[in-house]
């Protein structure tokens, strides 16, 4: 079994491009991993893989729990993207050190080398000693101008740290996957190819057999560390499409284990809300932008059955789920269920960890807001019992919110939203 963590020192040093490139390599038997809340790569790692790919966060779960759900979902070649920089996040629990750590996974760092050369080994060396029990052991040189660059890099590590594999390295000036809303484009999949084996040119991809490892060896757990819920004969309905997309692979299995049959329709395509349906959960994703709402605004088949069901039945809308089941995103016409109007901020109006008013864990990132917060409740707040402002909305038995969270760690939110 070949398990590694992608990291690097920040934000955009290349990790997806880097991670994209190797599940692209080995994609016939790699799983994606996801280190953290992140809903965008996870949709990447699918696309090239034909494998959902799993998010480990250990802010959300706890140890147990991350060490469960990586076993369940493990593969022949498994193949961690972390979060930000190595070490950011560890505040919240949550880094790519410590779930490297913490899995007994190694780490191949990503470090930008233009404009350097003794530097980087300095960079590095900072990264290898703030944490002693760390799991980096190999380095990937990216943005370089020539090959006589990368050796000036190579020659300095081998001599500084010689325990670091050095893989290789990626050109400068790569061409590039687009960035959107809320992040990368998931419609730019054309270039994934040639981009793939443009960043593997000058990697040592035989290396990898360094990395070889065993289940044995990271000793996980295998007993089942969630609270159970019984399986219920209730019918659930998922909206899951290019709009709501932003929906966690286990939440889905999670929903198959628990409720007796789960359907899953397209509102882009006008599907409509099975009539035997008990309860609809409303994904995550995007439909506040012109691009997204294009595609709903005149799904009105869908859009009344949705209507007609919360008339007398239960529905979970999260984030986008919830600007669905308002009034209105500025001009855009939404469902009008829930009694709430919504504005699209250039500015992000949350983004990170958050606790809701339950001392639930869980995550937010989103550029609307709501422009009658008052008939609101449940603030959410980044320190537990801390202060916040309201995030979400309901009425009957119609609930939306802006908390995105797993459901396996959380099924009191599930008995409470999703069964009554």
Known sequence: MLNICISGISSNSGKTILTTALLYHFKEIARGFKIGPDFI?????????????????SFIMNTDQVKWIFNHYKNDINILEGVMGFYDGEDRGCSSYSVSK??????????????????????????????????????????????????LIKKQILQDHPNILIFGWIKKELESLDNIHLGLDLNDLNKIKSISNSVLENIDISLFNNFIQTSDKNKLNKEYPFDILPKQNKHL????????????????????EIFSKVTIIDSTRDETIPKNADVVFISGGYVETKQSYEKVKDSNKFKNSLINHAKTKSIYGECAGLLYLGNKVDSKKMSGILDINFTLSKKRVRLGYY???SGRKGHAFHYTKSVNLNNGFCKLSKQLKGSGDVASWKTNKVYGTYFHTMFRTNIDLVKKYFLD
Do not use: M, W
Not at 103 to 118: C, E, F, M, R
Not at 237 to 256: A, E, G, P, T
């Open 237 to 256: 309905c998922i909206i899951n499409d290019q709009n709501f997309s932003f929906l966690y692979y286990d939440n889905v299995i999670f929903f198959k």
């Open 355 to 357: 606790y809701d008013c």
């Open 41 to 57: 790569d996870p949709q990447f790692h699918k696309i090239i893989t034909k494998r959902d790919s799993i998010n480990l966060d």
């Open 102 to 151: 913490l899995l007994n996974i190694p780490t191949i760092l990503i470090i930008d080398g233009s404009g350097s050369y003794i530097t980087i080994s300095a960079i590095l060396k900072g990264l290898l000693e703030y944490k002693k029990d760390n799991t980096i052991r190999g380095v990937v040189l990216n943005n370089l101008s020539s090959s006589a660059h990368y050796e």
